[in-house]
């Protein structure tokens, strides 16, 4: 399981305009990686929506917020202009980034496999994790004051 001291692996996602968006592009950027179960539920749009509102403060911090799932990049362009979210939607349909970042459920509801847990990861300008966080139960959201903490002290490195 990755951890705060690793260096983030890359990787090259389609976001909902379809365009392709490389982690290592980021760089010289911190970066608030947002994996989540799937588009259009409670808890993920609830915590997404939390994104939105509060995107002043992140860009504050000069952070970009990547929020990731394995639905298509159709299906996350629909929920992107309907709660008009203001950040990146990648999909990793094909599950490459999920399972880079230990972040794929064995079982999720309804039986299905290979759903992205809940997880956040806090990555430097540098490429590396300054915090991450993997959820078990994905009703739970992440502890964004400690992201918050976190993203605040590597402002002042």
Excluded at 13 to 22: F, I, Q, T, Y
Excluded at 144 to 153: G, N, P, R, S, W
């Amino acid at each position: 399981m990755l951890q705060a001291g690793d260096k983030a692996p890359d990787f090259a996602l389609r976001a909902s305009d379809k365009s392709l968006v490389k982690l290592s592009e980021q760089r010289g950027k911190k970066v608030l990686l947002l994996f989540f179960p799937f588009a259009f539920t409670g808890v993920c749009t609830k915590e997404l929506c939390m994104m939105r509102d509060n995107l002043a403060e992140y860009e504050g911090l000069d952070t970009q917020i990547l929020a990731i799932s394995v639905d298509s990049p159709y299906a996350l362009a629909k929920w992107k202009a309907e709660q008009g979210f203001n950040f990146p939607m990648l999909s990793d349909f094909n599950k490459v980034a999920s399972k880079k970042y230990d972040s794929l459920y064995k079982a999720f509801g309804l039986g299905l496999k290979g759903v992205s847990k809940r997880s956040a990861f806090v990555i430097d300008v540098n490429g590396m994790i300054q915090y991450a966080e993997v959820l078990e139960n994905a009703g739970e959201l992440p502890n964004f004051e400690a992201i918050k903490e976190t993203l605040k002290v590597i402002s002042d490195k």
